[in-house]
Nanobody
Framework: QVQLVESGGGLAQAGGSLRLSCAASGWAFSRSAMGWFRQAPGKEREFVAAVSRGGGVTDYADSVKGRFTISRNNDNKTVFLQMNSLKPEDTAAYFC????????????????????WGQGTQVTVSS
């Protein structure tokens, strides 16, 4: 059974850092592009970052570019989101997602492309 489990969320001060992890199981992780999305209360889910199957291609939302870094370890079936220079507007529930139909070196910023989702981890940034 496909499972994505996020961890690493919590409370951080503005300017601080957090590292999110997403452990995957139940399918061919290395054949999936992986993404991170977030959703703040009262707002729609928005794209944060994505990484291709082999890790060679990444994409970021403009709001996090230069501050967040997505990476993956296919041997351990884990995807990471390193978040630096956090801002209060980064406060949200963060979800990892898998696009198992992605071709090599392809990523999507559209949540519709991702068929597997984790339960989310809360990130709260205080000013």
């Amino acid at each position: 059974q496909v499972q994505l489990v996020e961890s690493g969320g919590g409370l951080a001060q503005a300017g601080g850092s957090l590292r999110l992890s997403c452990a995957a199981s139940g399918w061919a992780f290395s054949r999936s592009a992986m993404g991170w999305f977030r959703q703040a209360p009262g707002k729609e889910r928005e794209f944060v970052a994505a990484v291709s199957r082999g890790g060679g291609v990444t994409d970021y939302a403009d709001s996090v570019k230069g501050r967040f870094t997505i990476s993956r370890n296919n041997d351990n079936k884990t995807v990471f989101l390193q978040m630096n220079s956090l801002k209060p507007e980064d406060t949200a529930a963060y979800f990892c997602a898998a696009d198992s139909t992605a071709i090599m070196r392809y990523v999507s910023a559209n949540h519709i492309a991702y068929e597997y989702w984790g339960q989310g981890t809360q990130v709260t940034v205080s000013s």
